[in-house]
């Protein structure tokens, strides 16, 4: 019986990772491939949410993510001008539907490390850091990859390939899959600092601030041998530039003018990046795969873009078992795209957008009618559910096993 080749990941962010880890639960070989020398530790996405909590149980992670973290089964959505509360949800209200009906504030690098000590200890595994795949093949039966690293460019065969290798991910491009969307013309900015924000939004470690003029959020995570971190997300403007906007006194100033205080700030990280709205045209194509931000990207409002790309691999993990294990038609793999697409533009594409914009809405009367929807949600006990129900993802996932069914 000839030996069964592993799948390919190209991508060692969490997503990539956890790929790795759902298909050797399952009994693939893998072999994983990461561009940088060891996981990018930048402060990027940190919210876990039910669904996917759920779905790290079934891999055995979600104690350790629960430890590692830090629980809040509640965030508010607050207007600046007035520093009052428009709303607050609470993931609580759906503790008769999932173990865990709170999100956890952890990291994406330490779900990524999580991942990996884990799959140190599978002989089936083979992860190599400092290799980058630039390119591929496909055949009827397999896939080879084009791996570069410190001895120069080697072949790689594979079953399959994932590509998992973020934004700019050159396997979409080798693929010829268009990126659709468009790029907000406002970049993003987080500064993280050690000072505890929660002496100034008490009560909730998820705050959304709208704001005409200039919105921003804070959330805390768990952080690191400092003791627990609190970021704030805000956008910049257009024509601002790295060097106005990272220096250290102009990021003291923007702390300041969020969240006057006596003394300066500890900020321990600044980071900078653009903003996209784009979801490939296609997540599949042959033998090759796009998961997380190869295939999706948005803004961090309401912290879904992470969650999704998990969602992404278990089911694609699910679906290649189920084939190479189970006897199912190869064919099923057209449920990847035909699913995983228009789950993320409705569930994720969506809501996102909206969530910006009525964090930065300018129009008083737009303005007003979204706090009293937003009041009246809160105030409804089937309306707060369903919002609750969709911000966890657990809607997605639902309709997703109504389809299967």
Not at 3 to 22: N, R, S
Not at 104 to 118: G, I, N, P
Not at 270 to 276: E, F
Request: with cysteine; hydrophobic share 40%; net charge neutral.
């Amino acid at each position: 019986m000839a030996k069964e080749l592993p799948i390919l990941i190209a991508g060692g962010g969490p997503v990539g990772f956890v790929a790795a880890l759902a298909l050797a639960q399952k009994g693939f070989a893998v072999e994983l491939f990461e561009a940088e020398p060891r996981i990018n530790d930048m402060p990027r996405a940190a919210t876990t949410h039910a669904a996917t909590l759920e779905m790290l149980a079934g891999l055995g992670m979600v104690d350790e993510v629960i430890r590692r973290g830090y629980v809040e089964p509640k965030f508010r959505i607050w207007d600046r001008p007035s520093h009052s509360i428009i709303a607050e949800f609470d993931f609580g209200v759906l503790k008769n539907e999932t173990p865990y009906p709170f999100a956890v504030q952890c990291e994406q690098h330490k779900l990524a490390s999580m991942a990996l000590e884990r799959l140190r200890a599978m002989p089936q595994v083979r992860v190599q850091f400092s290799a980058r795949v630039t390119g591929f093949e496909q055949f009827g039966d397999r896939v080879e990859a084009t791996v570069e690293d410190g001895d120069g460019p080697r072949k790689v065969t594979g079953s399959h390939l994932i590509g998992c290798d973020g934004g700019r991910s050159t396997v979409r491009k080798a693929l010829g899959i268009d990126f659709e969307g468009y790029t907000h013309p406002e970049r993003f900015m987080i500064l993280t600092t050690t000072f505890d924000l929660g002496t100034m939004y008490p009560g909730c470690t998820r705050n959304y601030i709208t704001d005409p003029e200039q919105w921003f959020s804070i959330f805390k995570v768990s952080g690191d041998e400092r003791g627990p971190l609190w970021r704030v997300l805000s956008a910049t403007q257009p024509e601002q530039t790295d060097e106005e906007l990272m220096n250290p006194d102009a990021t003291e100033k923007r702390m300041q003018r969020f969240l006057p205080k006596d003394s300066p700030y500890d900020i321990v990280h600044r980071n900078l990046y653009n903003v996209h709205q784009r979801v490939a045209a296609s997540f599949r194509k042959g033998r090759v795969f796009l998961a997380g931000d190869s295939a999706h990207v948005n803004n961090p409002l309401g912290g879904l873009g992470l969650n999704f790309g998990i969602h992404d691999v278990i089911e694609l993990t699910g679906l290649l078992d189920r084939i190479v294990h189970k006897g199912a038609s190869a064919d099923i793999l057209d449920d990847y795209d035909r699913h995983r697409r228009p789950l993320n533009v409705e569930f994720v594409q969506q809501q996102t957008i909206a969530n910006k914009k009525r964090m930065e809405e300018r129009d008083p009367a737009a303005r007003a009618r979204s706090n009293e929807q937003l009041r009246a949600t809160m105030n409804d006990p089937a309306a707060h559910r369903a919002y609750v129900l969709r911000a966890s993802l657990l809607e997605s996932v639902r309709k997703r096993a109504a389809a299967a069914a």
